[in-house]
């Protein structure tokens, strides 16, 4: 027992893929994601900041890197697979939490016990941070599945993976961050080579347009 075997574990999320069983141009690892995903919290709380709404820095950057380490026991699991169902992703949240309770409990020395209990959680909730949280991790789904899709890779999981990544980021419209990305990055992405008049954008269009009636 010991704090050793952590930090070993921490090497195997880099030979973790995501999206297992599918042809990728480009792999990305579980720790490659959590990485991105911290990146992109990152901007996303300093825009929250900057519109008057107060950031625990400590907590978003703590459910930022820590939100997908419960895949080092169960690997990835694909995006429409697991939110197939309410009940099927609870099912995989408790599954991944016995594992996390059942590592710490063999690894992690008591003294720090109900520490990492609580920081190897999954992190989204209803707080600020956890809710920034479900949107970076649903930004960096986007540009996985934006880049093979540019590559024009002929899966159509992907172009499922970027609805399923982009109706979630919307579902969080009235936060400032997400009113930004909408408007500021969205349209750049749209722009790039091999996009315009494609499938995705059509997409992206009918879904802003079906938010916009809601409003």
Request: charged content about 30%; glycine content about 4%; proline content about 4%.
């Amino acid at each position: 027992m010991g704090i050793h075997h952590y930090f070993k574990s921490l090497s195997d999320l880099e030979q973790i893929y995501r999206c297992p069983g599918k042809f990728k141009y480009q792999n990305h690892s579980v720790a490659s994601h959590s990485f991105k995903v911290a990146k992109i919290a990152q901007f996303l709380g300093t825009v929250e900041e900057q519109t008057g709404n107060k950031v625990n820095w400590r907590a978003l950057y703590e459910k930022a890197l820590n939100h997908d380490y419960a895949e080092l026991f169960t690997g990835d699991i694909k995006t429409p697979v697991k939110y197939a169902s309410k009940e099927l992703k609870e099912l995989f949240s408790q599954v991944e939490a016995q594992m996390v309770k059942k590592f710490i409990d063999k690894e992690i020395p008591p003294r720090f016990q109900a520490i990492y209990l609580e920081r190897l959680q999954e992190g989204k909730d209803q707080t600020l941070e956890g809710k920034i949280l479900s949107v970076a991790d649903k930004i960096d789904l986007l540009y996985e599945a934006f880049g093979e899709i540019q590559k024009e890779n002929p899966e159509p999981l992907f172009l499922e993976i970027y609805q399923e990544a982009l109706t979630t980021i919307l579902a969080f419209k009235e936060m400032a961050c997400v009113q930004y990305f909408l408007e500021e990055i969205l349209p750049d992405m749209m722009r790039e080579p091999f996009i315009e008049d494609s499938e995705v954008t059509k997409m992206t269009e009918k879904l802003l347009k079906e938010i916009g009636k809601e409003q």
